[in-house]
């Protein structure tokens, strides 16, 4: 393993790391909105989006590197800031929803833009279905707010 990253490596990285924290964000946010009813549709994007940890794994490690753990700090700050626009929004269900579209926008930027693909046909398959996988949480969760 090198100091130095090629770009595949941390683009690969960066995917593994963001599948993880949109995952994890769905799973906290559905805590917060379990009144109205969100719960069951956000922990499901949050499976659905999971699926995804190991096949990028793999590819960090097919690239050389070591996937990185996620930052139980980050993670902390993402439910505090959850909680705090459930406090202090006047329609705290669809900042939440907002920021939920966010993460994800983040994640479909680097999807649309890496050049992963150029690796191997499998590779460009996985980043093929992640992208399917988040225009799918986009529609659903833009169905969810009022």
């Known amino acids: 393993m090198s100091i130095l990253r090629t770009d595949n490596q941390a683009d690969s990285l960066e995917i593994l790391k963001l599948v993880r924290e949109t995952a994890d ?10 009144e109205d009813n969100l719960d ?3 922990t499901n994007l949050g499976r659905e989006r ?6 990028f794994e793999k590819v960090v490690k ?16 993402q439910q505090l800031g959850g909680k ?21 926008h983040e994640l479909a930027d680097l999807v649309r833009h890496t050049k992963l693909g150029e690796l191997s046909a499998d590779i460009q398959q996985l980043l093929d ?6 225009n799918k949480s986009k ?7 009022v």
């Open 25 to 34: 964000y769905y799973r906290q946010m559905a805590e917060l909105l379990a």
């Open 40 to 42: 069951k549709p956000l």
């Open 50 to 55: 999971e699926t995804f940890t190991s096949p």
């Open 62 to 77: 097919q690239l050389g590197e070591l996937p990185a753990r996620p930052d139980p700090d980050k993670e902390l700050m």
């Open 84 to 104: 705090l626009s459930q406090l202090f929004s006047t329609d705290a269900r669809n900042t939440i929803l907002d920021k939920c579209l966010e993460h994800d």
């Open 129 to 134: 279905q992640l992208a399917d996988n988040l």
């Open 139 to 145: 529609k659903i969760i833009q169905a969810l707010k």
